[in-house]
């Protein structure tokens, strides 16, 4: 998520609420992680980042890939999960500028803590009490289950906060629907990625997972295929009533469209008052830039002359930067890549 | 390959690379806070804010192409968000420009807003990267108190990606070359499952001979590096000149006027 959708208050607040969340989750690492382990914890990051580059070719050309919370969640436990996710995340937004500086704090407290958090509740609650002895067919339905929970899950939060912020003009339940539309296709693909890497691990390493698997029944039973669909089918219906209990919003968004087909005029007609002030307005500050309602308008000089202003600046600093750097001892001190 | 392009400016030197890496990202991170306070109306507001990272990338000798193509390539998402603005915000907002004036709808100038404040914020993060080495830059987050074991972890992450990127891109190459022609969906299921799960066996692996190795070496927690940031009188005029300028440009507006 980049940082123009948020307003500062809505960043700051989740700023807040991701460090305490990583506070909380590293004091319960702490009990069966020990703190010289975290090179391990850094390594993992990177092993997520490479997994992410594993595509999973679907139909046609169309692919997906791991997001890897739930996944790391499973194998790790959510607490680690979390403080990997974490570290990926700051290093995505700070290498590769995905996700803004200040948007980190929701990005960490959606991807890195709820995803996680929320994955692992699903995955154990349909794994059941039981820690040894489970059914294979179990353990891939609840991997299933825990991906699509938790990615749903972590979607859900980006409309509520882009709400909060004000920033975004789609009315929130469009949005909201449309953003766990799309996630629920992508937690789709994460969960039957996480079921895999799963299959993987119960039969060639059974050992690194924290449940033990009945032996003689590692293979994916045509149940546990039907659960999982069904599984999925149940989200989308969920999904899809939700919608539709939204059309007449959708209905409601058309006609107005078609009333603001002028909307200068549409505007003024209905607001005979803001008619009266505008007029008012054009007679005392004769060349406004911007007059939105209720706002003294700035005098349209200094907007333009700010725009030629600061590109003309810009075309001096360039060159400025182009003599500067000129003049620099040629193949020096620096260049190394 | 395509990940050697990402920070490849970082180890490069100019005035801008030589500044303390403490002071830029203080510096980037009000720049950020404040553009990202602008209202959502604002536009021409905007413009004069360019100046910062501009200056900074121009001074550090990063191609702008790069910049843009960058921009390009973590854009999808705001594109999404802001496209949808003039669809549903039809607030009518005059504006003038010189004698003449027409309305438009908010919602255009709200996405143009979240498109400039894209574009300013994401370059000035750009600027503080591509000039700062990672290393320097874990160091300067370490100095503003963030957690010893956080930024260890990031440092391992970042020493580790690329060579993890290419032990994947290996697997990918194998999974690829025994693949060739249509194959059934399971199959490529259980080709990607594998990968990922000999990759996460691997990196287990890897992850306890590094711990291994440290200890047998002495690691006792701490990190100690021989670059020590110091703070020098360009670096302390860069800090107050970016931040009053940053500052007048939000603040400032009604005086100039």
Redesign the interface.
């Known amino acids: 998520?980049?940082?123009?959708?948020?307003?500062?208050q809505v960043?700051g607040g989740f700023i807040a609420a991701g460090v305490v969340g990583?506070g909380l989750a590293?004091l319960r690492a702490r009990r069966t992680f020990h703190?010289?382990?975290?090179?391990?914890?850094?390594?993992?990051?990177?092993?997520v980042?490479?997994?992410q580059?594993?595509?999973?070719?679907?139909?046609g050309g169309s692919s997906g890939h791991?997001g890897g919370g739930v996944?790391l969640a499973i194998?790790l436990g959510p607490h680690v999960a979390a403080?990997?996710m974490?570290?990926?995340l700051?290093?995505q937004?700070?290498?590769?500028?995905?996700g803004?500086?200040?948007a980190l704090g929701c990005n960490v407290f959606n991807m890195g803590l709820l995803a996680p958090y929320v994955g692992y509740a699903v995955y154990r609650a349909v794994l059941g009490r039981r820690a040894e002895g489970t059914s294979a067919g179990r353990l891939y339905v609840a991997s299933f289950a825990g991906a699509l929970a938790g990615v749903t899950a972590g979607a859900a939060a980006v409309p509520v906060q882009?709400a909060l912020s004000?920033?975004?003009?789609?009315?929130f339940p469009t949005f909201f629907v449309v953003m766990v539309g799309v996630h629920l296709l992508i937690g789709a693909v994460e969960g039957?990625?996480t079921?895999?890497?799963?299959?993987?691990?119960v039969q060639?390493?059974p050992d690194?997972l924290d449940v033990a698997v009945t032996t003689g029944r590692e293979r994916v039973s045509r149940g546990a295929v039907a659960v999982s669909v069904a599984i999925f089918a149940l989200f989308v219906g969920g999904l899809v009533s939700l919608a539709a209990s939204e059309l007449p919003d959708g209905l409601e968004?058309l006609t107005?469209?078609k009333a603001?087909a002028k909307?200068?005029q549409a505007?003024?007609a209905r607001h005979p008052v803001m008619e009266e002030v505008?007029g008012w307005r054009?007679r005392t500050a004769p060349?406004?830039?911007?007059?939105?309602?209720g706002q003294e308008?700035?005098?349209?000089w200094?907007?333009?002359a700010?725009?030629v202003?600061?590109?003309a600046?810009?075309g001096v600093?360039?060159v400025l930067?182009?003599v500067?750097?000129r003049r620099?001892p040629a193949g020096?001190?620096?260049?190394?890549? | 390959m395509h990940h050697a392009y990402?920070?490849?400016?970082a180890?490069?030197?100019?005035?801008v690379?030589r500044l303390d890496p403490r002071v830029k990202l203080v510096v980037?991170?009000a720049f950020?806070?404040l553009?990202?306070?602008v209202p959502?109306?604002?536009?021409?507001?905007l413009?004069?804010y360019?100046?910062l990272p501009?200056?900074l990338l121009?001074?550090g000798?990063i191609p702008l192409g790069f910049v843009a193509k960058?921009l390009l390539l973590?854009s999808p998402?705001?594109v999404f968000?802001?496209v949808?603005?003039p669809?549903?915000?039809?607030?009518?907002?005059?504006?003038?420009?010189?004698?003449g004036?027409?309305?438009?709808?908010?919602?255009v100038?709200?996405c143009a807003n979240?498109?400039g404040?894209?574009v300013l914020?994401?370059s000035a993060?750009?600027a503080l990267?591509s000039t700062t080495r990672?290393s320097d830059?874990l160091q300067a987050l370490a100095w503003f108190r963030l957690?010893r074991?956080?930024v260890?972890?990031?440092?391992?992450?970042?020493?580790?990606?690329f060579?993890?990127?290419e032990?994947?891109?290996r697997?990918?190459r194998a999974r690829d070359s025994r693949g060739v022609g249509g194959v059934r969906?399971g199959w490529?299921?259980?080709a990607?499952?594998?990968?990922?799960?000999?990759?996460?066996?691997r990196?287990?692996e890897?992850?306890?001979r590094?711990?291994a190795a440290?200890?047998a070496r002495g690691?006792d927690?701490a990190v100690r590096t021989l670059r020590q940031p110091r703070l020098r009188g360009v670096d302390a005029a860069f800090l107050v000149g970016a931040l009053l300028f940053v500052a007048a440009v939000r603040f400032g507006?009604p005086l100039?006027?």
């Open positions: 998520m980049p940082n123009e959708v948020l307003s500062p960043a990583l590293t703190d010289s382990r975290v090179p391990m914890m850094g390594v993992m990051g990177a092993f980042f490479a997994a580059m594993v595509n999973f070719q679907i139909l791991l996944l194998l403080l990997v974490a570290a990926i700051t290093v937004c700070l290498i590769f500028n995905d803004g500086l200040l882009i004000g920033m975004s003009a789609v009315p039957v990625i079921f895999a890497v799963v299959l993987y691990l060639v390493r690194v968004w107005e469209e603001y909307p200068a505007a003024h505008s054009e060349l406004p830039d911007y007059s939105v309602r308008p700035p005098p349209y200094t907007s333009v700010g725009v202003g600061t590109l600046t810009l600093v360039y930067a182009v500067v750097r620099q020096g001190s620096g260049e190394v890549g | 990402i920070d490849r400016f180890t490069a030197d100019s005035p690379h980037v991170l950020t806070v553009v990202v306070s959502k109306y604002e536009v021409a507001a413009f004069p360019a100046l501009f200056s121009v001074f000798g960058h973590v998402f705001v968000v802001a949808f603005n669809l549903y915000d039809a607030e009518p907002v005059l504006v003038r420009l010189g004698a004036g027409y309305w438009v709808r908010g919602g100038l709200s979240i498109c404040k894209f914020t994401v993060l750009v990267v990672f830059l957690p074991l956080f260890l972890e990031l440092s391992f992450l970042y020493r580790y990606l060579l993890l990127i032990q994947v891109l697997l990918k969906l490529r299921l259980r990607t499952g594998g990968i990922i799960g000999n990759l996460f066996v990196t287990l890897r992850g306890e590094i711990y440290m200890v690691f927690g507006g100039v006027r």
